[in-house]
Structure formats: structure tokens, C-alpha cells
């Protein structure tokens, strides 16, 4: 008896040490936003402008990115933190959530708080735990609906059943890759549970989640289905077919990239856990869902021309914390999974700040041009380079229009609340603000009204580039919206002493009208 009190006991104070953890990491990620050196990254940029003109859904994705954000900036203001606070706490409730369902299936307090920390060692959940994308989201319900789909199945009652279509709902209006949870959970429980096939709440679950997508189904019949469109080029089915050897060469990438992703340190010990699941129900159901998309997107892999992106499939691992977890814990290998969770810690957080390289002399293992990072500097002082501009034409008729979507998205919220920058599209594939200069003018507002534009376009550098390029010629469609003649400057955006970002800026004066086209989805 007393030694079953001293156990709850040590459990107990484990289990509190574990969400202090979860709490200093969260507060830790705040203060790198707050007091750290990284604007948003385009794709954070683009979801914040979709705040500014919320709708059923968008473009490329569902609208739940934009509500969030929305949120977010009417408690926080205007700030970098108060878009990526949404990812700080999302990656803490998703620990939080991986804790209660490794709880609920293992019956083991043990193997639950190694699998709620072995999530900070997975590649995949630091990206979308910092940074706010439709991923950040998606990893949460997609746990939670798992969490809430084990307890359904286990408990049989109507307020998991009900509960877990309002997390798939939510998921699908995070991100549609969450509509793969029902094929892979229909393979799980016709291979372990076919009994719930039968089960009337299962049906119900399904419907209720449905009922959250119809906005964006009428939404899309509205918007001639650009979204389905969008889809269908992005899964390659209009590309020429790959070679035998390219084929090969996108499998190999597509495999080296998940295993990169969650923890290529642990690789042997993913290879004994999952030769021991066998018929453990348990462990089938979570990875049930993982193998179901890694086999898919391992198809899409070998027959879309580029590939198969990264961040695709890691939605479908959330659940492998737990069978590592329960397999080391089993087998006490607690020490060993410790001293490779430092490692990976430390891998990561030097992956984060490449700048460390560059003080111990190992710069060209990574240089700037290849630091993720180099997407996250400069806008901010490119913003006040282009308002200085602006302030010294000594006229009120001006709007600033770029040709890549990322630098408008950057622009419009570094220079907030300003609202006059725009996305000209000069041939390139349809995109949000497409439909936005549809509907409400774009640049088109100010046709023929003596305005002056100020056009910026850019030139990200790679590891090849080693000096700065020569303007490049205006588009053509660009110069005969404006007058003859231009002026020119540019703009360089430095990451560890080097430059990786060269914006053109030109500015143009006596704006006729634009008259450009899209090209594909």
C-alpha cells in the first residue's frame, strides 16, 4: 500500500515537471519572437493578409488560418509575436494533447511523459510549433482528433463521437490534407475493429464534421472552384511523366526527407518499435495513419515533376512519439533516447541560428545563401526604404505593386496599416490576390488618374550566386501601363555579411491601366 502511494506520488510530481517544461518552452519560443532577429516568412505573411479580408475560404486553402490570425491581432496588435503566438500555443496544447492519448492508450504514466517530450526531437513539430502556417493547425486536430477517436472507439459514448467531428470539422478548415484522417482510420478499423463500422455515432461523427466544410464547398462553386483547381495542379496529374532515373532520384529525396523529419537519430530505434507492433491495436491505430500517407505522397513522389514537398506527409506522425516511446521504455533504453534527444535539441537550435557556424569558422558548411533563415530578414527595412521613397516624390497619387505575391504580403504588413501595395500578376500561376483585384480592382482603381506606381520585384540568391545581378527589363505588360521612362534603385538584403535578397525598384509615373493575364493553377 505504501508503495503504491509513493508511486502515484513520484508519477504525479513527473507528470507536473513535464508541463512545467512544456510551460518553459512555450515561454522561451515567446521571448526568441519577441527579442529575436526574424521577420515573418512569406508564407506567415500571405495567411496574416487573408486576415484583412476575411471570407469563407481561399484560394489555396480553408479560412481558418485568417480567423486565428484575426484573433490574435485584436489581442495582441499589430506584431510579428501576435502571429506566431498561435504557433507557440498550439505546439503546447499538442503536447499536452500527445500526453493524455499516449495516457489513455498505454495506461502507462511513464511511456505517456516520454512521448509528450519526444515530440520537441521531431523536426517536423519545431518548424510548425515556431512558425504560424496551416500546419501548425492541421498537427493539432489531427492529434486531437486522434486523441478523441480512441476514446470513442474505447468508450463508445456520444460526446467523444460528437466531439471528435468537431475536431475533424476544425481540421478541415485548417488544412485539406485533414480529409486523409477518414481513409486512414476506415483502413484501421476494417483491419483491428470492424464492430464500430457498424456504429451509428461513427456516421453522426462523420456528418457533423461535414457540416463545417459546406462554407467552403459553396465558396468554391462560387469562385468556378479555383480550389479544386489549385489542388489538382499541385497533385502533378497534368505533368509529363518522369523518366525511370528522375523517378528514382524524387523517391530517394522524398524518403531521405521523412526520415529527416522525425529524428533520423532515432532511425534504428523506429526500426525495433515498429517490428514489434504486430497485433498491438493500439499501435496499429496510430501508425495506421502514417504508413497510409507515406505510401501515398512515396506515388505522388515518383510521378509529379517536382516532387513530393516535405511538410506534406508530417500531419500522419504525430502519433509516432508514442510507439517510440512505449518501445524505449519497454526495453529501457530511457538513457540512450536521452542522450540522442540532446543531440537532436542541439542540432536544431544550431539549425535555427546558422550564425554560430560562421564564429567557429564553418561558414561554408552553411552559407547565408542556404540558411533557411534568409527568408526572414530585411522586410522590415526594405518597408521604411520604400516609404522614405515615397515621402520624397512630394505626391499623395502613389501605390506600390509587386509581381510576386511574397514581397506584396511582406510589404502589406510591415507597412501597416497602410493598404496601398498590390500583386500584379505578369503570366504566373493564379493566387489570392488574383481574385482580390478582381473583385475589388487592384491597381486598376487608380487607372488614368495621374498616379505614380513603384514597382519592386526581387532576386533571392542561392548557393551558385556569388554577385549582385543587373536590373532586369521592366515586364512588358508593366511598362505599358505607365508612361515611357523610369527610375531605378535597388535595395540588398544582408544575412551573416553577405548579401541574400536584391530588390528592383522602379518608379513609374502616369499610371493607363494593367492588363495582365494568369497562367495555370
Known sequence: MYICAMKKCMEKKAVVCM?????????????????????????????????????????SKPPLIAYVNYISQAVFGHSEFAVRFNAIALGFLSAVVLYL???????????????????????????????FSTDALLLFFYLWALYLAWLAVKYDHWKHWLWFGVALGLGYLSKYAMLFFLPAFGIYLWMMDRRVLTNTKLYVSIALSFCFFIPVMIWGAQ???????????????????????????????YVGG????????????????????????SMWFLASHGLMIFILFLYVAATRRSGANINWTMF??????????????????????????????????????????????????MPSTSDPSKHMVGWNELSDDLLDLEKSLNTDKVFFFSDSYHVTSELLFYMYPRHNVYFVNVGKRMNQFDLWNKELGGINQYANQGYTGIFISSKCFHSKDHLLKDAPL??????????????????????????????YIYVLKDFTSFKGETEGY
Not at 320 to 348: C, M
Open 258 to 281: 521523412q526520415l529527416a523529419i522525425i529524428s533520423p537519430l532515432f532511425l534504428v530505434m523506429y526500426t525495433k518499435a515498429f517490428r514489434r507492433i504486430k497485433c498491438n491495436k
Open 316 to 365: 500522419a506522425y504525430v502519433g509516432f512519439p508514442i510507439i517510440l516511446s512505449s518501445y524505449l521504455v519497454d526495453v529501457k533504453k530511457q538513457k540512450v533516447a536521452s542522450v540522442l534527444s540532446i543531440i537532436t535539441i542541439i542540432l536544431l537550435m544550431i539549425g535555427t541560428n546558422l550564425s554560430c557556424l560562421d564564429v567557429i569558422g564553418m561558414k561554408r558548411v
Open 101 to 131: 492519448l499516449a495516457k489513455e492508450m498505454t495506461r502507462d504514466t511513464t511511456k505517456a511523459i516520454w512521448a509528450s517530450l519526444l515530440i520537441y526531437v521531431m523536426p517536423f513539430f519545431q518548424g510548425a510549433s515556431m512558425f
Open 474 to 503: 521592366l515586364p512588358e505588360v508593366v511598362q505599358e501601363s505607365f508612361a515611357p521612362g523610369y527610375e531605378y534603385r535597388t535595395h540588398i538584403t544582408y544575412l551573416r555579411g553577405a548579401p541574400v535578397y536584391q530588390f
Open 223 to 253: 469562385h468556378d472552384f479555383v480550389d479544386y483547381k489549385h489542388l489538382a495542379h499541385l497533385s502533378g496529374t497534368h505533368d509529363i511523366p518522369l523518366t525511370w532515373g528522375k523517378r528514382i532520384g524524387k523517391i530517394l529525396e
Open 19 to 59: 508541463f512545467l517544461i512544456h510551460v518553459a518552452v512555450a515561454l522561451s519560443r515567446c521571448l526568441f519572437v519577441i527579442f529575436g532577429h526574424l521577420d515573418l516568412h512569406y508564407e506567415e505573411a500571405q495567411y496574416w493578409t487573408w486576415s484583412q479580408h476575411l471570407d469563407w475560404s481561399y484560394y
